[in-house]
């Protein structure tokens, strides 16, 4: 199993919370899309097993047009082999998904769509900087359903400062009445350099309480399960066979080829990523040579990345995959971790498998940091 990733690093306006590598000025998007091109020649052997996903991201991958989408979707199809049943994913905002957009869109090899909505309250999306609003963000919705997208996901965003429990709780309620396939929610997370980080460090916002954070994080998980999704990874929720095959993928160490300026790539062995510039980018296929740092991942390195991935999913850690994996040493450094957390109920193992209880869920990040090699 393989995956392709592909980061469109164009964005109409940038909201205020988001440190991912984009900009705004889209002169060069064909001299990009033609990179992008000569990229995903260029790096054909390094996937040589059938393309199971593939993820445009972003950014904003609907900033395309459809002359882009045609261009990258002949080279791909031309140099990879891209299973039938490939689940191809396009993020898109709101605001970009006119009727004629989503038609567009429809024509394409895409069958699955990740919508950037975040909230359904006025007020937030403009604190937040987002360029719809919630009509629009509905809107848009039945849009895809009626051009017979029935593969949807949808990104919340929850923990901002001043919000509500029941204020979240109708995002929750709007969310589950758009009969979506697909819930990914996230806290709000205060990245450096950026201007809610700064609004921040000034005082002119004060962070949720934690105890609101975690009453949040508990009634998005009650809503979403009671209304039939499975909580599969931390911040994932998916119908029955709608889990984001894409990124179940990185939960299970699969490799994946990330095309783009600051994309990633995993290789089983490695890590690597683009550089961060799109000039420099450019530059670099138009001579035809990929600039990107590589970080070789040794046993613990790979250790680690066995509990983060493992412990975040519903699936969890297999403990005699890990044993085998990572030898006797490390399997005993991480049972005699994990015990007062089993004897806590925090942690669970049965099947083998070792899991976050709903309990543990809430204090992960801890959990996993304790498990780790240092
Ligand atoms: S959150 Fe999404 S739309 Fe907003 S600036 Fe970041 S990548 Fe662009």
């Not at 091109?37 to 972003?58: D, S, W």
């Not at 080279?75 to 891209?82: A, G, N, P, R």
């Not at 609101?212 to 999704?229: C, E, H, K, N």
Request: charged content about 25%; glycine content about 6%; proline content about 3%.
């Amino acid at each position: 199993m393989a995956g392709i990733y592909i980061h469109i690093p164009y964005c109409k306006t940038r909201c205020t919370y988001c440190d991912f590598y984009t900009l705004t000025n889209e002169s060069q998007i064909d001299a990009f899309v033609d990179a992008l091109c000569t990229e995903a020649g260029i790096r054909k052997e390094e996937l040589n097993e059938p393309v199971q996903t593939i993820y445009f991201g972003g950014g904003t991958p609907s900033r395309l047009h459809k002359e882009h989408f045609d261009q990258i979707f002949d080279t791909l199809f031309s140099h990879y082999v891209i299973d039938p049943n490939a689940e191809i994913t396009v993020e898109a905002n709101p605001d970009d998904l006119s009727d004629d957009y989503i038609r567009m869109l429809a024509q394409l090899p895409v069958n699955r769509l990740s919508i950037g909505i975040q909230s359904f309250d006025d007020g937030e999306l403009k604190f937040l900087s987002r360029r719809h609003s919630a009509r629009q963000a509905i809107d848009a919705v039945k849009k895809c359903q009626q051009q017979g997208f029935h593969n949807i996901s949808i990104d919340l965003m929850y923990g901002l400062p001043g919000q509500t429990l029941e204020r979240w709780e109708q995002n929750l309620y709007q969310a589950l009445a758009l009969d979506i396939q697909h819930v990914s929610a996230y806290h709000l997370i205060y990245e450096e350099k950026t201007r809610m980080y700064s609004l921040l460090k000034a005082g002119k916002i004060k962070p949720v309480d934690e105890e609101i954070s975690t009453a949040m994080f508990g009634r998005l998980i009650d809503r979403l399960t009671t209304d039939g999704f499975i909580h599969y990874e931390i911040s994932a929720f998916g119908k029955e066979g709608y889990f984001s095959r894409h990124n179940s993928a990185y939960w299970q160490n699969k490799k994946y080829l990330g095309l783009g300026p600051a994309a990633h790539s995993y290789d089983g062995d490695n890590r690597s990523w683009n550089v961060a510039s799109l000039n420099r980018y450019i530059k670099n296929m138009e001579s035809g040579s990929p600039e990107r740092e590589t970080e070789h991942l040794n046993p613990y390195e790979k250790y680690n990345e066995f509990i983060l991935t493992g412990l975040r999913t519903m699936w969890g850690v297999n403990l005699p995959e890990m044993k085998s994996r990572f030898g006797e040493t490390l399997f005993q450094f991480c049972m005699e971790n994990a015990q007062k957390y089993l004897d806590k109920g925090l942690l669970t193992t049965e099947d083998q498998t070792m899991k976050l209880t709903r309990e543990g869920i809430f204090i992960s990040d801890g959990i996993m940091s304790d498990l780790m090699w240092v």
